[in-house]
């Protein structure tokens, strides 16, 4: 039986979530970048087109576009189609805003880079409140 693997962040929203990793390399455009009805990225060009982060936990390094990016992740969790929480790397004000409309536990500045720990599929326990990342490994998972 394998151990959890634990990062230490910076809150950005408060709050507790886990569910299943998706992660992206990539940045994410809100505006012309996801459905905010489904959570489905639709950019073309990314390498999530065709997922949904809906209920999961979103890996990712940051926001990219206009200011329009925060109102549809607004619109997803209106649609209840927001992921669970969020991690990511560049804190700019487009990001900060989504996560703070999205109302779901957010998290920043984290002592290991998740893109290179969190892998899609990985259990990941966000406690933003705490400051604290568990995460489990898919391969873990599986042998239970």
């Given at each position: 039986m394998s151990q959890a693997i634990t990062?230490?962040?910076?809150?950005?929203v408060g709050g507790?979530?886990?569910?299943?990793?998706?992660?992206?390399?990539?940045?994410?455009?809100?505006?012309?970048?996801i459905n905010e009805r489904d959570g489905t990225v639709i950019e073309r060009r990314h390498e999530l087109r065709g997922q949904s982060?809906?209920?999961k936990v979103l890996v990712f390094p940051g926001a990219k576009g206009s200011s329009g990016y925060s109102?549809?992740?607004?619109?997803?969790r209106i649609n209840g189609a927001s992921p669970c929480a969020m991690l990511f790397n560049k804190m700019t004000t487009k990001v900060a805003?989504?996560?703070v409309v999205s109302r779901v536990p957010a998290m920043t500045e984290l002592d290991q880079d998740p893109l290179e720990v969190i892998e899609t599929g990985d259990w990941v326990?966000?406690?933003?409140d705490r400051g604290f990342v568990e995460i489990v490994?898919?391969?873990?998972r599986d042998a239970v």
């Open positions: 990062l230490k962040g910076r809150k950005v507790v979530a886990e569910g299943e990793a998706i992660v992206t390399g990539d940045t994410i455009s809100g505006w012309g970048g982060f809906k209920g109102a549809y992740f607004h619109m997803a805003l989504g996560c326990k966000v406690d933003a490994k898919r391969k873990d």
